[in-house]
């Protein structure tokens, strides 16, 4: 059990199904550990709707002084073509709390592949804008720093796993790709007992689509790890099941699915709330430090992947059904007398 005085979590339920999962992990929290307080507050398309921005000042105030985040997808296709766009209120709270290690965990039977994406920083953080004669421009920019401090972290992580270190990268184009070479290069001396190698990013889809079993964790700029990491969610079971863990160096973290709001099938009650469950798996034990918790949920996640499976999964199931089936795993595991140690 913790011992912090105080855990609070604000929940952002965010858009499309984003509310739909949510409700399943304030749940879950709540059989788990009732003391922890969750605090709710709007991001993305419900925050423009209720304020006008997509990150209003009270829901960032309120993730600045809690505990951690437990985000749902934001995104809306009624703002498509807008200039206030719900996505902007994701990185906005990224960049804010400095949560530039996201981790994005990867697992079925024989594969085991954690990406470690660099979230605040590359193409999606550089200069835009629109040039006199209409070009319109996105530029990658990263400081040695940026790229120092997430490998150190990926470096980190490969040690208390496999110790094999993937390092992904468009090299034989890209400048911002060399600096990112020449970087992991640099440090790989400090961490001997991890294996490095060097892939360009055409190559690291193919393999992860082929042989994704050889890797073990792969650390990417902000953009290929976008686009790497919904690849990996695709061949260990699909988007329903992808969580992640978006980290800085001592403040809040961030806890959100792979994937977004899903308007094809969100206000149905269809979507899969595994990712979502998980994430709240990765924020009780990464920003809380409630490994017990955390472990527990994810066995009842287990048992109701196997006993419950929604559609995406070839069942029948609802959101709620599944979310039921997790909360009444973790009352049989009470009950049991095995509250949450295994
Ligand atoms: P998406 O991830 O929302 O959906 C892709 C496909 O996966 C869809 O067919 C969807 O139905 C399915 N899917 C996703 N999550 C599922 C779940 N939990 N259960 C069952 N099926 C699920 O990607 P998209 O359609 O390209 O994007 C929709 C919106 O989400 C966009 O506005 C985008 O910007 C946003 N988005 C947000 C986040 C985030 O907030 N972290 C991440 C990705 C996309
Ligand atoms: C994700 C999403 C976001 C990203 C979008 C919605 C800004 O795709 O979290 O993977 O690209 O980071
Ligand atoms: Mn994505």
Redo the contacts with the bound molecule.
């Keep these: 059990m913790s011992t912090a005085s105080r855990e609070l979590v604000v929940l952002l339920p ?5 509310p739909e ?1 949510a409700e399943q992990a304030r749940l879950a929290l709540a059989a788990l550990a009732p003391e922890i307080v969750v605090d709710v507050h709007p991001i ?1 398309a419900a925050a423009i709707r209720a304020t006008g921005r997509p990150l209003p000042d009270e829901t960032l105030a309120a993730c600045l002084a809690a505990s951690a985040v437990l ?7 009624e703002f ?1 073509a807008a200039d206030v766009r ?2 902007q209120g ?1 990185l906005a709270l990224r960049a804010a709390l400095d949560t530039y290690a996201n981790l994005r965990p990867a697992v079925l039977d024989h594969v085991d592949v954690l990406i470690v994406r660099e979230l605040v920083g590359g193409l999606y953080f550089g200069e835009h804008g629109v040039r006199e004669d209409g070009t319109v421009y996105d530029t990658c920019e990263y400081h040695p720093r940026q790229v120092e401090r997430i490998a150190r972290r990926a470096f980190r992580l490969a040690q208390s796993r496999n110790r094999r270190l993937t390092s992904v990268d468009k090299a034989n184009v890209l400048e911002t790709s060399r600096l990112w070479r020449r970087v992991v290069n640099e440090l790989a001396p400090e961490y001997p007992d991890v294996q490095v190698e060097h892939m360009l990013v055409d190559n690291a889809a193919m393999q992860l689509a082929t042989t994704p079993e050889q890797f073990d964790v792969l650390v990417t700029e902000n953009m290929f790890g976008d686009i790497l990491s ?1 690849l990996a969610a695709a061949v260990t079971g ?3 099941l992808a969580p992640s863990a978006s980290l800085s160096d001592g403040g809040p973290g961030i806890f ?10 969100a206000g149905r009650g ?7 469950l998980r994430s709240t798996a990765l924020l009780l034990e990464h920003g809380l430090g409630r490994s017990d918790e955390a472990a527990a949920l994810e066995r009842a996640i287990e048992a109701a992947i196997v006993s419950t499976p ?3 999964l070839g069942g029948t199931a609802t959101t709620a059904e599944f979310g039921a089936a997790v909360t009444e795993q973790l009352s049989i595991d009470e009950r049991a007398g095995a509250p949450y140690g295994g």
């Design positions: 965010g858009d499309g199904i984003g999962v993305g985000k749902g997808p934001v995104g809306d296709p498509d719900p996505e994701m919904d699909g988007l329903g959100e699915p792979v994937h977004g709001s899903a308007p094809d099938i269809i979507a899969n709330p595994t990712a979502m929604t559609q995406d």
